[in-house]
């Protein structure tokens, strides 16, 4: 986003601290950005750079990521030497760095103190799972003489906790205490995060509150769009056709495998693009998916894990045709016949056969249809398979659930391992009989009405609201 649109009232933090405790994975959860550059190598941050976290156009807040303290010590004598009032320390502190701004001995010191000085609150982050030293009290002196508000971050990179060595300390410097995870935050741990910084200034009290109240509806825009995405995936999938033009007047087997193949991967490709929206509306675009060979080696969209697991089962589906009407034409293979493929998009990369889990003919039956004086043609879909869009909408839900609670901190693959436990989350006997009359009509040959589609999407809605 151009800075020249953040309007000038925004509140804006700079997060400081001594390099590697976690001020860029915290910078990371708390604007939501998968983009910041995080690293246990100390000295990743060397320039200062901003992330507005926006909802709607609108920036809600703005945080600054900043180098880590080099020479603390070098500047708190550098500024004591100077015997001012303490309402005078603010000017000393801007003299540091108009003296020292092409001095590469304090070129971090002057990073982290610059947008501080522009008007910047300030969230001091330390390790709290490391002792308390005397040397990190230069580091909060220096902030002291800067005049801003400010609150601390206890941040546990590791197990040991020794934030009862911390805390005393903090308190003679910093008007707010929190503690923050980084790798574990949630929408409730940011909505306190923001309450203590609503009252760093009276300013930005009256501010924050509301952003607060758009930071909600951001959570339920989210799920909101998540829900649209996968009911347009569900749609099409079920409704989606596949042509094959045949030279003679019957089909040979090469053309049916090759109408087969097509089918197939089109409905993988609609799931992967679909997966990949959901990554973008949950801001992690940049996300990398675990090959976890536990994952990957069984669950194609066509696989029998993947049928176990969001699927339904025997009695379900006897449920599901005794509540909407006898299956009519060829029943459902329930027998598994033999691959390992891949999932697409968030999930994983397809590759491999086709067909594992369901005879195909189940899935959509082939049929040859044309004029017999004019080009005949192979025609595979709407969808027939009853269990398939269970499958397609677990799949597509779980995603959503673990995304939803991931923290943009966090670089580590998603590794994505689900069981059958999943499916009792969100999939009851009354949701399934409400979810069977849409599937029912998807599969028809008749336009979708947009009330339709808007009345499954606030079904889907309330059973992700349900299950994060």
Do not use: C
Request: net charge negative; no cysteine; hydrophobic share 40%.
């Amino acid at each position: 986003m151009d800075k020249a649109l953040i309007p000038k009232e925004t509140p804006k933090f700079a997060v400081v601290g001594h390099p590697n405790k976690g001020k860029s994975s915290i910078v990371a959860a708390l604007a939501q950005d998968d983009t910041v550059a995080i690293s246990n190598v100390p000295g990743t941050t060397h320039e200062q750079k901003s992330y507005p976290l926006q909802v709607d156009g609108r920036v809600i807040y703005e945080l600054i990521d900043t180098p880590g303290f080099q020479r603390a010590r070098g500047v708190l004598e550098w500024l004591k030497s100077h015997d001012v009032s303490a309402a005078k320390r603010p000017e000393v502190v801007r003299k540091f760095i108009e003296t020292h701004r092409d001095d590469p001995r304090y070129h971090d010191e002057i990073e982290l103190l610059k947008p501080i000085m522009q008007g910047a609150g300030i969230i001091y982050v330390v390790d709290a799972s490391k002792p308390y030293g005397e040397e990190y009290e230069a580091q909060m002196e220096i902030l002291q003489w800067t005049g801003q508000p400010s609150m601390a971050l206890l941040n546990h990179i590791d197990e040991d906790d020794y934030a009862s060595e911390w805390k005393p300390a903090l308190n003679q410097y910093f008007k707010s205490i929190r503690t923050f995870n980084p790798m574990r935050t949630d929408t409730a741990q940011q909505i306190a995060i923001l309450e203590s910084m609503a009252q760093l200034r009276e300013e930005w009290t009256a501010q924050i509150k509301e952003s607060i109240q758009l930071f909600e509806q951001y959570q339920h825009q989210k799920i909101r769009q998540s829900a649209e995405v996968i009911t347009a995936l569900i749609v099409t999938a079920l409704g989606y056709r596949e042509k094959l033009t045949i030279k003679g007047e019957e089909a040979t087997q090469q053309e049916k495998e090759e109408i087969r193949k097509r089918y197939e991967q089109k409905l993988r490709q609609l799931e992967a693009e679909s997966h990949a929206k959901i990554e973008r509306i949950w801001n992690h675009a940049h996300l990398e998916v675990d090959e976890a060979p536990l994952l990957f080696e069984g669950m194609d969209l066509f696989s029998e894990s993947s049928a176990d697991i969001f699927g339904l089962t025997r009695k379900e589906m006897m449920l599901t045709a005794a509540t909407t009407g006898a299956v009519t034409g060829a029943g459902i293979d329930l027998l598994f016949a033999g691959h390992t493929l891949f999932v697409g998009g968030a999930i994983g990369a397809v590759v491999g056969g086709v067909g594992a889990y369901f005879g195909f003919d189940e899935l959509s039956n082939v049929k040859v249809l044309g004029q017999k004086l004019g080009k005949r043609y192979l025609q595979v879909g709407p969808m027939g398979n009853r269990n398939f869009p269970y499958i397609l909408l677990g799949r597509a839900l779980y995603l959503v659930t673990k995304l939803a609670s991931r923290s943009h901190a966090r670089r580590e693959p998603l590794a994505l391992t689900p069981d059958t436990r999943f499916k009792e989350e969100w999939l009851d006997e009354e949701r399934q009989k409400r979810l069977e009359k849409y599937h029912k009509a998807f599969r028809s040959d008749k336009e979708i009405e947009s009330e339709v589609f808007e009345a499954y999407s606030q079904l889907l809605q309330e059973t992700i609201e349900s299950i994060i």
